[in-house]
């Protein structure tokens, strides 16, 4: 797994980077990036109903590093090549989060979930860091080739004899995905916003004049504070999931309110645009682990699709995030202006949703 989260970090920050480095195109960087979004969007949910339907899962492990291996290969090409490769990547990481999150599910009892799942999170943040640090010295898409083709025998040694199990239940999925529609509504304010960020990160550094690699610099640095805030995160918000919630949405309203003025008054931030993007980066983990407690504690049935469909209106609200930075063009304070009021979207559509499920205890899901 570690090798796989390595080579999908370094290919989902490497190509867009890469591209606006040849291009200084800020269009063709939001079109990439959506290209790349809305291909996850949809194998997030077509993954996750697949993998609802079908007990194997040794060959879904399989299959995901064979077209992340054929991904990286299109990336070394031309730009059609290359677009054509980070959409098949973005289509096929999408496998990687419902895939796993049913193993771990299925094959441990619900006292050593939170054990295992806190060693998995740990794993992928140290293959996130490896990817991120990487791309600093590697310029083409054959390390990540490499570590796919690597990935598929292991794959065979780590999931033979994983034992899986049919989940699907249309009924009670549509009634659950109906009672989680505000809370999806704010999933996806939160991220359109976080999209908004990440992707005028990089037109954000060139106009600071700092180098190429301080982005890279800036993830791997996210990365390994991550694993921190994961480890204290799973401390922290058991049964105060809904105060880190709202904390976290708030922490980064406020922040990119503050960048959206400096850039308005003209202030250059310089390197210290390093310290703002881990401050932003790292309240995800307090919200993602809160989140994800309060939304998922009684779901039984339809994990896959479920897991899925969050996966996929992230996406969406993805894709909606890097369109407007493609189509703002150099207007950053006003990226960040519309990823403010975004985060205040999701704030009020959170507290909806949680008063409402905090006054209906025999909510279904």
């Given at each position: 797994m570690p090798l796989l989260v390595t080579a999908t970090t370094f290919l989902g920050i490497?190509?867009?980077?890469?591209?606006?480095?040849?291009?200084?195109?800020?269009?063709?960087?939001?079109?990439?990036?959506?290209?790349?979004?809305?291909?996850?969007?949809?194998?997030?949910?077509?993954?996750?109903?697949?993998?609802?339907r079908t007990k194997r899962r040794l060959e879904y492990g399989i299959l995901l590093p064979s077209l992340l291996s054929l991904s990286a290969y299109l990336m070394n090409g031309q730009l059609n090549e290359g677009l054509i490769g980070y959409s098949l990547a973005g289509f096929t990481s999408a496998l990687n989060s419902p895939l796993y999150s049913l193993i771990l599910l299925e094959n441990y009892s619900f006292e050593d979930v939170p054990k295992i799942n806190s060693r998995l999170s740990q794993l992928t943040l140290i293959g996130n860091a490896t990817g991120s640090i990487s791309a600093i010295f590697v310029s083409s898409s054959v390390f990540p080739l490499l570590l796919c083709l690597t990935s598929i025998p292991l794959s065979v040694i780590a999931l033979l004899g994983s034992k899986g199990k049919v989940n699907i239940d249309k009924p009670s999925r549509t009634r659950s995905i109906r009672e989680l529609s505000g809370a999806l509504l704010s999933f996806a304010s939160f991220n359109f916003s976080a999209e908004i960020f990440f992707t005028a990160y990089v037109p954000f550094n060139y106009l600071m004049g700092n180098p190429e690699s301080i982005i890279y610099v800036s993830y791997f640095l996210l990365y390994l504070a991550d694993e921190g805030v994961y480890y204290l995160a799973g401390k922290w918000t058991n049964n105060r999931e809904v105060f880190f919630m709202s904390f976290s949405i708030a922490g980064r309203a406020l922040l990119v309110l503050t960048v959206s003025v400096l850039l308005k008054l003209g202030i250059r931030s310089g390197e210290y645009s390093v310290p703002v993007f881990m401050i932003f980066g790292s309240f995800y983990p307090l919200f993602g682990t809160s989140f994800f407690s309060f939304m998922f504690r009684n779901l039984k049935k339809n994990r896959g699709s479920i897991i899925g469909i969050f996966n996929a209106v992230e996406d969406i609200a993805n894709i909606g995030g890097s369109s407007v930075v493609s189509f703002l063009g150099n207007d950053l304070g006003l990226d960040y202006l519309v990823a403010f009021y975004s985060f205040v979207l999701s704030a009020v559509t959170l507290y909806s949703f949680i008063s409402k499920r905090l006054n209906s205890p025999s909510s279904s899901y």
């Open positions: 490497w190509y867009p980077v890469s591209l606006y480095s040849e291009t200084k195109s800020i269009f063709l960087l939001g079109i990439a990036t959506t290209l790349y979004n809305l291909n996850n969007a949809i194998g997030s949910y077509v993954w996750g109903d697949l993998l609802d």
